[in-house]
């Protein structure tokens, strides 16, 4: 995400991805055919599965990764790369292929995320932002996800803006709604994505007035009885009761943001109810995540808002996923499956395929199969498995189903489609391992 819809996104990138480039450039291993993929080698502690999120926004990062002239001038001033690299690059546009995981998929260890191939030239320069933007919003989408089921139907709302990097909520409030979140309080991630927005006001706003009571009569008076009136800056209990003589039985509904919320919840649920605003809804706040969510399932709790811990991925703020070459044009133009071999950090040589199968209507395994382009295309799935990997982008076109604001609602309702057909134990919050095993197969 930068400051402006278009603007280059050439620099977000690490510095030895253009020396690699120029010293390319230079030996003529540059136009070599490469096929890299990203996959995760596991999932962050205890987690049972992971969803896939920044995919689409990822297309368009990619689509704008073209260096400007000022982009140019700072790496020819820098003296980062020769003068024949500063004129390659005078031209560049990735024109490559890109296949992965949909956006909304659930995902496991050592599933191929994503697919990039291309010239060396063109894809290794796409490492770092390619990592940046998969491991950060898939890693807010799936602590969403698992909020989401601890609300058990409720609602969750986006309300971490200010604990954030100001662009950085905006690519959190969008992860939110891939992992099943229902809006946001961030105006630039619902101006992008055509969101709904939320928020009405803070415990500021009772303070600047002379009484609780003025402060909500200027609010009912500016936005209606249906606004949600925070009651949480003085008592509790009389900010109910001054509510309702203010917006009468009509009142939309209160928040609160601090103590035991349970306990609270219901206690104002019970005098809303003796008060007569029975339609009124209570919304909770304050340093949620998954399983304070899931502490308040029995309590009368209408909607959630949540902040530090969706923007930080609930404790997990990264999926650890790496970008590594796993197919090269050799010296004879044939492709050579290549792999590291380093301590705890080796790799599966070939491109990768990945189908999920299925027993009894629910997912039973992952299988990864890798090989040649000439083993993958003669190899034939059994009729029951899916195929995961859809093509995001075609000789650098991006498809357009899976941009803009209709492609992040696609990602919401996958997800919530493949969730759906996991077992029942990918929405425990126990501690466990990955709910489906991941079988890879070397043709």
């Known amino acids: 995400m930068g400051a402006s819809a278009g603007a280059s996104t050439a ?65 020819a001033d820098r003296h980062i790369v020769s003068e024949p690299t500063l004129h390659w690059l005078e031209n560049y546009r990735f024109s490559g292929r890109i296949r992965g995981y949909r956006e909304g998929e659930t995902f496991f260890p050592n599933s191929p995320i994503l697919q990039v191939e291309g010239s060396f030239a063109e894809c290794t320069l796409l490492e ?11 890693a807010v989408a799936s602590a969403a996800s698992r909020m989401v089921s601890a609300a058990n139907g409720r609602p969750c709302m986006d309300m971490g803006a200010r604990r954030a990097n100001e662009w950085a909520a905006v690519s959190a409030a969008r992860a939110a709604i891939v992992g099943g979140f229902q809006g946001t309080s961030n105006l630039q991630a619902a101006k992008l994505y055509d969101l709904p927005a939320i928020g009405t006001a803070a ?38 009761k001054t509510a309702v003589e203010v917006a009468g039985p009509d009142l939309g509904g209160v928040r609160i943001d601090s103590g035991d919320l349970a306990s609270l919840a219901q206690r104002v649920r019970n005098q809303l109810d003796e008060l007569g605003a029975h339609q009124a809804s209570i919304t909770v706040t304050n340093d949620l995540d998954e399983y304070a969510i899931a502490s308040l399932q029995t309590a009368p709790v209408d909607s959630y808002g949540v902040g530090t811990q969706l923007v930080t991925g609930s404790g997990a703020p990264t999926c650890s996923m790496v970008y590594k070459l796993v197919e090269r044009e050799g ?32 997912a039973s395994a992952e299988h990864v199969i890798s090989g040649s382009a000439q083993a993958l295309a003669a190899f034939q799935a059994p009729e029951d498995w899916r195929d995961l990997l859809v093509s995001y982008m075609e000789n650098g076109e991006a498809n357009p189903e899976f941009l803009g604001a209709d492609g992040l609602m696609r990602a919401r309702d996958h ?28 043709l």
């Open 128 to 138: 770092t932002l390619i990592l940046s933007i998969l491991n950060y919003d898939s």
């Open 11 to 75: 620099l977000l990138t690490d510095m030895y991805e253009y020396t690699m480039l120029d010293a390319a450039l230079q030996d003529g291993t540059a136009e070599r055919h490469c096929v890299f993929e990203v996959f995760t080698r596991r999932l962050p502690q205890g987690r049972r599965y992971g969803v896939v999120a920044g995919t689409g926004r990822l297309m368009e990062a990619v689509r704008d990764f073209r260096p400007s002239a000022s982009d140019i001038q700072f790496l």
């Open 331 to 362: 010296a004879d133009g044939s492709m050579v499956p290549v792999a590291k071999r380093s301590k705890n950090k080796a790799t599966v040589p070939g491109r990768k395929e990945a189908f999920r199968s299925y027993e009894y209507n629910l």
């Open 203 to 240: 415990h500021c706003f009772t303070l600047l007035h002379d009484s609780e009571r003025d402060a909500f009569v200027s609010q009912i008076q500016a936005f209606g009885k249906n606004t949600t009136l925070l009651t949480d800056t003085y008592s509790i209990e009389d900010a109910v």
């Open 415 to 442: 997800r919530a489609k493949s969730l759906a057909e996991l077992p029942i134990a990918a929405m425990s919050l126990l501690s466990g391992e990955p709910v489906i095993p991941t079988q890879e197969q070397l």
